[in-house]
């Protein structure tokens, strides 16, 4: 079973800093990465898939690199709304599953 | 515009049967470019894969829900359902329904708003 790992577990940032987001899998994934952001009291929305495509209409300040193991999550001049929790999702082969989650205060 | 709509009752009592259904707007679910599932999430905790299904009824479900999980499609309705057996109190949680990306391993490209399901 491959096994997603996301650090930091917390980042705390004010806005307009830069927020870069960790995660690594315990075997080769290739570049079938996705992440996610969960707002508070929301549900989450496709950022990124295939490592660094971002998806229809997410703003160009989030970007995804990496590929193997080892993937980043970058997202640059943070606004209020960008605050929340980030998750990683394996993409490569069934059952997917998600990392434990970042959360950006 | 694609839109997910969880509905099913938000308290289901220990070792009976939770039933959520997701109806789908904007999208055709026998589309097949994608598949249907479902993630869940518990109070507090990160999100969980329960299981997914395609445009002709090919069904996938986590390991760790072993056999208590049942799928299905309503095509004339544009909906689909979750059915899980036998619940117990770590089942309780936000139920999402997602449209997800060419294989029953891609990525969800859409959520649901989620429904609260409590198993007490």
């Known amino acids: 079973e491959i096994v997603l790992t996301q650090s930091p577990a917390t980042l705390s940032l004010s806005p307009g800093e830069s927020a870069t987001l960790s995660c690594r899998a315990s075997?080769?994934?290739?570049?079938?990465l996705a992440w996610y952001q969960q707002r508070p009291g929301q549900a989450p929305r496709l950022l990124i898939s295939d490592a660094s495509n971002r998806a229809a209409g997410i703003p160009a300040r989030f970007s995804g690199s990496g590929s193997q193991t080892d993937f980043t999550l970058t997202i640059s001049d943070l606004e209020s709304e960008d605050f929340g929790i980030y998750y990683c999702q394996r993409c490569d082969s069934w059952p997917p599953a998600f990392g434990g989650g970042t959360r950006v205060e | 515009q694609l839109q997910l709509q969880e509905s099913g009752p938000g308290l289901v009592r220990s070792s009976g049967t939770l039933s959520v259904t997701c109806t789908v707007s904007?999208?055709?679910?026998?589309?097949?470019?994608?598949?249907w599932g479902w993630v869940r999430q518990s109070a507090g905790k990160g999100l969980e894969y329960i299981g997914s299904?395609?445009?002709?009824?090919?069904?996938y479900y986590s390991p760790s829900l072993k056999t208590r999980g049942s799928l299905s499609i309503d095509r004339p309705m544009n909906e689909f359902s979750l059915r899980m057996i036998s619940v117990t109190a770590t089942d309780t949680g936000i139920y999402y329904c997602?449209?997800?990306?060419?294989?029953?391993?891609?990525?969800?490209?859409?959520w649901g708003q989620g429904i609260l399901v409590t198993v007490s």
């Open positions: 997602v449209r997800q990306s060419g294989t029953s391993a891609g990525d969800f490209d859409s």
């Open positions: 299904i395609s445009f002709n009824g090919n069904d």
């Open positions: 075997h080769n994934i290739h570049n079938y």
């Open positions: 904007g999208d055709s679910i026998i589309s097949r470019s994608h598949y």
